[in-house]
T-cell receptor, first 112, second 116 residues
Framework: DQQVKQNSPSLSVQEGRISILNCDYT??????FLWYKKYPAEGPTFLIS?????DKNEDGRFTVFLNKSAKHLSLHIVPSQPGDSAVYFC???????????FGTGTRLKVLA | GAGVSQSPSNKVTEKGKDVELRCDPI?????LYWYRQRLGQGLEFLIY????????KSGLPSDRFSAERTGESVSTLTIQRTQQEDSAVYLC??????????????FGEGSWLTVV
């Protein structure tokens, strides 16, 4: 049972445009969500997070939106840069537990 | 150390041999996780350690897999009688406040295992 789903395995975006990466979850108990970025041959690095008490969190070019009723979150990158090309994982957890459930990742390619 | 440190970074082993992968978490982090990523797949939870509590081994795929952690320091993941399907990158992560809202886990660079 895939509790966290990233249905788009890949995405290509022109440099300077907006990148939108999507993530859906099924477990209504999840209350904290994270995005990680992973370059080839490196471990995932934390990017941005959001608590379920918010619907938006912004950090520079990165904004995460949470729609609890739809059990959907998205990561917006504006403007996209070639250095943003990586695999992006969303993760979810219930803050009463320690388990983080990851999606399968979306490979973003930003074209110069 | 400043970050999560894993060794070896790369390991090629023959089918049937045993391998040990090591993880040194961020100093002061009480929680330690092992994940696995096989080619083209997502991050798969393997095992979780928190302080002196019994580890959550629910993600270990078979009894060929085991892990140990001494106190709140280094952990070793052991794979016995390796199979080709064990080929993956094994990622270790640590965190300081598991179960607390806003807690973030931090990953090492991974140990890339190839079974030939």
């Amino acid at each position: 049972d895939q509790q966290v789903k990233q249905n788009s395995p890949s995405l290509s975006v022109q440099e300077g445009r907006i990148s939108i990466l999507n993530c859906d979850y099924t477990n209504s108990m999840f209350d904290y969500f994270l995005w990680y970025k992973k370059y080839p041959a490196e471990g995932p690095t934390f990017l941005i997070s959001i608590s379920s008490i918010k619907d938006k969190n912004e950090d520079g070019r990165f904004t995460v939106f949470l729609n609890k009723s739809a059990k959907h979150l998205s990561l917006h990158i504006v403007p996209s840069q070639p250095g943003d090309s990586a695999v992006y994982f969303c993760a979810a957890t219930n803050s009463g537990t320690y388990k983080y459930i990851f999606g399968t990742g979306t490979r973003l390619k930003v074209l110069a | 150390g400043a970050g999560v440190s894993q060794s070896p970074s790369n390991k090629v082993t023959e089918k049937g041999k045993d391998v040990e992968l090591r993880c040194d978490p961020i100093s002061g982090h009480t929680a330690l996780y092992w994940y696995r990523q096989r080619l083209g797949q997502g991050l798969e939870f393997l095992i979780y350690f928190q302080g002196n509590s019994a580890p959550d081994k629910s993600g270990l795929p078979s009894d060929r897999f085991s892990a140990e952690r001494t106190g709140e320091s280094v952990s070793t993941l052991t794979i016995q009688r390796t199979q080709q399907e064990d080929s993956a990158v094994y990622l270790c992560a640590s965190s300081s406040s598991p179960g607390i809202t806003g807690n973030t886990i931090y990953f090492g660079e991974g140990s890339w295992l190839t079974v030939v």
